[in-house]
């Protein structure tokens, strides 16, 4: 789970029944998937919401002889929390990458977050790259699209003005009735005939 600012912050949470820090996590409920579960226990455990971004990948383990597999994606935090946390947990750390590394006590989890967080500070980083770029691009288009539409309303009305005058040799107002007579008696002239 990350947090923007200035620096990237990792949150890493201390479990009231063993005083251990580990990453965000918790069992899935009855016919809940793997993701809405992740989402949830996040939220219980940080009282942060968020917005789930990329899988990173999942790690395995033994505990009292069964196997456990832990899922984990990386999520946006909100920069306020939006609720308490749940009694389970004794604290929550926001920490840059390494420190958030050191201050997990399980070895397995150290590697997963020493290895796969690189990865999704870097995504996280390309990503806002990417958001600034397409905003510049698009703000760049709007700036064009009017630059272009002032010079073609200026471009027309440029072509109306130089039309009448060359019909007539006056100003717009008189070289429109002048055209318009013009018409007018041609179409009389014709029927004479």
Do not use: C
Not at 12 to 17: D, N, Y
Not at 131 to 143: C, D, E, G, L
Request: hydrophobic share 35%; charged share 30%; glycine share 6%.
């Amino acid at each position: 789970m990350v947090r923007n600012g200035a620096r990237p912050l990792i949150a890493v949470v201390q479990r009231a029944k063993d005083e251990l820090w580990v990453l965000p996590r918790g069992k899935l409920k009855l016919n809940e998937s793997a993701l809405a579960g992740a989402r949830r226990e996040v939220v219980e455990e940080t009282g942060h919401r968020v917005r789930v971004r990329e899988f990173l990948g999942a790690i395995t383990y033994r505990a009292r002889g069964r196997l456990k597999v832990v899922q984990f994606w990386r999520m946006q935090a909100a920069v306020n929390p939006s609720r308490d946390v749940m009694k389970d947990i004794m604290a929550v750390e926001w920490l840059p990458l390494g420190a958030a590394v050191r201050r997990l006590s399980y070895p397995l989890e150290k590697l997963f977050l020493r290895n796969v967080g690189r990865h999704a500070l870097r995504h996280r980083k390309q990503r806002q790259r990417k958001q600034r770029s397409t905003a510049a691009k698009s703000k760049a288009r709007r700036h064009t699209a009017k630059s272009r539409s002032r010079k073609s309303r200026a471009r027309r009305a440029s072509t109306s003005r130089n039309r009448t005058h060359k019909v007539t040799g006056r100003s717009a107002p008189h070289a429109r009735e002048t055209t318009i007579l013009q018409r007018v008696f041609g179409r009389l002239s014709q029927q004479a005939t």
